[in-house]
C-alpha cells in the first residue's frame, strides 16, 4: 500500500504480512478477504493515530470512486 511505503520505508517490503507484523497486528488467516480487509483497516488506524498517515475519509473514498471509474472503462 502506498500509505505504507511512505510511512514505513525501512521496510524491505511492503506486503501485508510484513506490515503486520512491524505494526504488530495479528494476521492470522492470510488471504482470507475478511482477516485481510481488517488488517489493512488496522493498518490505516495504526498509522493514522501515529501521524504517519495523512489521508482523510474524503481523500480516501474520492480515490476509491476513481479506481473504480478507471477499471470501468478498461
Known amino acids: 500500500c502506498i500509505t505504507a511505503r511512505r ?5 524491505q517490503n ?3 504480512p ?3 507484523h512491524k505494526l504488530k497486528i495479528a494476521l ?3 488471504h ?3 482477516e485481510d480487509a ?3 483497516a488496522m493498518i ?3 498509522l493514522r493515530h501515529a501521524g504517519l498517515a495523512s489521508m482523510t475519509w474524503q481523500q480516501a473514498k474520492s480515490y476509491s470512486l476513481y ?3 478507471f477499471f470501468k472503462k478498461a
Request: glycine share 0%; net charge positive; with cysteine.
Open 18 to 20: 510484513t506490515v503486520c
Open 67 to 69: 479506481q473504480k471509474e
Open 14 to 16: 511492503h506486503k501485508l
Open 32 to 34: 482470507n478477504a475478511n
Open 28 to 30: 492470522l488467516n492470510h
Open 38 to 40: 481488517l488488517a489493512c
Open 7 to 11: 510511512a514505513l520505508p525501512e521496510l
Open 44 to 46: 490505516a488506524h495504526k
